[in-house]
Every structure is written in structure tokens, then in C-alpha cells.
């Protein structure tokens, strides 16, 4: 069982270390197709609070996921294993495509390529996002998720409040008032 689930937590980030174009907002929806939907370790509920926890310490996202998923998978080898399948495959990229990209820079479908991968990102992450605030609809109910979500984006975006800031606040402001509130329509 051990050896099963290191091999799924290798091939799991294996493919969000290959797949994973654009840095790490782009890995988060190939972490959850992984983590949540083929092998099932962990819900949407557990994922959602992965994810905004690790979006408020520093360093990639993606790598933060995969260490903390592979520890709670498969312990101290499932970190290591679950980090490094993520980072080798982007490393062994970067030295081949750089040099590849020394080799041909001057070619218009080496400029092409990497702006082609923008707006599949993009879509991506639309549908990661659409998720959550069905999610936050069904746990808030829509007058709260809304506000929410302007106020979060008036927030970063306008004010230049920093995201670890925010969910901070948000975690502080759940823990002293109450926590989690009954679905409304």
C-alpha cells in the first residue's frame, strides 16, 4: 500500500511538475484534478484550505502543495518524493528549453509558443475560480460571497493589500466571531 501510494503521489505531481506552464497559479487546478478528483486524498473543503494557507507563506504555491500533501499522504518520504516530482521536471526543462531558446532565439515560432500557453492559463484558471465561488454561494450564500469577493478585490487590487494580509484577517475574523456560518439561498 506504502509503495501505491508513493507511486501515485510521484506520477500526481510528476504531471503538475510537467503540465504545469505559467508558474504556480496555473498548477494549482492540475494539483486538484489530481489530489481531489483522481486520488481522492483530500475534499474540496480540505484543498480550498490547503491552498489559502499556503498562498499566505512564502515561496511557490506548487511546491508548498506538493510538501504538504505528499507528508500527509505518505509521510516524510511522500514530502520529499511529492517535491521533487514536482520540481524535476521543470528543472530538466529549463536547462533544455534555455538552451534551445539560445540556439533559436531569433525564430518566430520559439516567440510564439510561449504565448500561446497565456490564455489556456488563463481558461484554467477561470474554472479553478468559478469552483470556489459556487462554493463560497453554497457556504456563505450569495450576499456573503459576493461581498467577499469585492471587498477582497477592492482590496488587493485597489488598496495593494498584500494576499497573506487578507487571509489573515479573514482566518482572525473567523476564529474570534464564530467561524463557520449555515448555508443561506
Known amino acids: 500500500m506504502a509503495k501505491n501510494k508513493q507511486g501515485g503521489l510521484f506520477m500526481g505531481f510528476f504531471r503538475v511538475g510537467i503540465f504545469g506552464f505559467g508558474g504556480g497559479p496555473s498548477s494549482i487546478p492540475l494539483v486538484h484534478k489530481e489530489v481531489v478528483e483522481h486520488y481522492k486524498w483530500m475534499s474540496d473543503e480540505e484543498f480550498s484550505d490547503v491552498l489559502a494557507l499556503g498562498n499566505a507563506m512564502p515561496g511557490p504555491i506548487a511546491t508548498k502543495m506538493a510538501g504538504y500533501i505528499g507528508y500527509r499522504v505518505g509521510g516524510v518520504l511522500g514530502m520529499i518524493n511529492a517535491v521533487f516530482a514536482t520540481t524535476f ?97
Open 89 to 185: 521536471p521543470s528543472v530538466v526543462a529549463m536547462i533544455v528549453m534555455l538552451m534551445a531558446l539560445n540556439a533559436y532565439r531569433d525564430v518566430a515560432w520559439v516567440n510564439g509558443m510561449s504565448q500561446a500557453v497565456v490564455p489556456v492559463v488563463g481558461v484554467m484558471l477561470a474554472v479553478l475560480t468559478w469552483d470556489f465561488v459556487k462554493k463560497s454561494k453554497s457556504a456563505l450564500g450569495w450576499g456573503s460571497a459576493v461581498a467577499l469577493i469585492l471587498g477582497s478585490f477592492v482590496l488587493l487590487e485597489m488598496a495593494g493589500l498584500h494576499p497573506a494580509l487578507l487571509i489573515l484577517g479573514i482566518l482572525l475574523y473567523a476564529l474570534i466571531f464564530g467561524g463557520k456560518r449555515g448555508a443561506k439561498a
